[in-house]
């Protein structure tokens, strides 16, 4: 797991103290948290290449535009 600061996946207000509560499903990783309530927490240090992945994963977007070869 990561030391850093984690946002929102949903860009919406940061958890309330009694919302983090972490489930453990078959969707855990160790680079995102998602919550009893389904939201989803990111680091903030990889926000974006990892908004973009789940973006992609829920069908948010077709394709990812980074194209990782050239970090």
Known sequence: M??????????????KAE??????????GPDHIILKNNRILLPKSRFEDLKEFFDWTFGKIDKLSHNKKNR
Do not use: K, S, V
């Open 2 to 15: 990561y030391q850093d600061e984690f946002l929102p996946y949903d860009e919406g207000a940061f958890p």
């Open 19 to 28: 919302e983090l509560i972490i489930i453990d499903n078959n969707l855990r």
